[in-house]
């Protein structure tokens, strides 16, 4: 079965820029997850979808940040413009329902120079 | 703000030793999972017990719950160089969606042949 996946897996461009990143969850799961991991905050949680609809984006950094998900097979995280303190691994995960286990994407990490 | 604090930060054993590592939290929760990330990977959930749960098991792990306490210990047994990565628990918080999980900071597990 494939899992949630995740692209690019690297990413490096310059401060100012806009960032995509895309995620295509496991085909059957309703809901969404995106993280941030750095090596001084750990993993947080950005934002949550159920059911393509955001619930949850409080840990949405800035307004710089959008997350989008315009279909249950597909989820964009943006970034614009992009800044060096936005450089992290980004993940997406999903889930079959409330309090189940979380899939996880193998990331995406992001270099902005 | 961190729910879930583990303990050790980093642990070196040798294979076919246990290893023990332990969850400390500050809230209530509805269930703790517990996760394993190999280095520049995604995360892959291993074991969720509930709060009415005490004990679990599954293969070589043995997870236990201390709510009164409000700790958890994850045990590996009879370790192999392939467990060899870092180890995450992971708690909702009692009042908040069960969606959201709060990820403590890891236990770095280095596996020695």
């Known amino acids: 079965d494939a899992g949630v996946i995740q692209s690019p897996r690297h990413e490096v461009t310059e401060m100012g820029q806009e960032v995509t990143l895309r995620c295509k969850p496991i085909?059957?799961?309703?809901?969404l997850f995106w993280y941030r991991q750095t090596m001084m905050r750990g993993l947080e949680l950005l934002i949550y979808?159920?059911?393509?609809?955001?619930?949850?984006d409080s840990g949405m950094p800035e307004d710089r940040f959008s997350a989008k998900m315009p279909n249950a097979s597909f989820s964009t995280l943006k970034i614009q413009p992009s800044e060096p303190r936005d450089s992290a691994v980004y993940f997406c995960?999903?889930?079959?329902?409330?309090?189940?286990?979380?899939?996880f994407g193998d990331g995406t990490r992001l270099s902005i120079l | 703000s961190q729910q879930g604090e583990e303990d050790p930060q980093a642990l070196s054993i040798q294979e076919g030793e246990n290893a023990t590592m332990n969850c400390s939290y500050k809230?209530?929760?509805?269930?703790l999972q517990w996760y394993r990330q190999n280095s520049g990977r995604g995360l892959v959930h291993l074991i969720l017990?509930?709060?009415?749960?005490r004990e679990k098991h599954s293969g070589r792990l043995r997870v236990t719950l201390d709510t009164s306490k409000k700790s958890s210990s994850l045990l590996i047994t009879a370790s192999r160089a392939a467990d060899t990565a870092s180890y995450f628990c992971?708690?909702?918080?009692?009042?908040?969606?069960?969606?959201?999980?709060?990820f403590g900071s890891g236990t770095r597990l280095l596996v020695r042949p």
């Open positions: 995960a999903s889930s079959s329902g409330e309090g189940e286990p979380q899939h």
């Open positions: 085909s059957g799961h309703n809901s």
């Open positions: 979808f159920n059911n393509n609809v955001p619930i949850d």
């Open positions: 809230t209530s929760i509805n269930n």
């Open positions: 017990i509930r709060s009415n749960e």
């Open positions: 992971a708690t909702d918080v009692v009042g908040d969606s069960s969606y959201k999980l709060i």
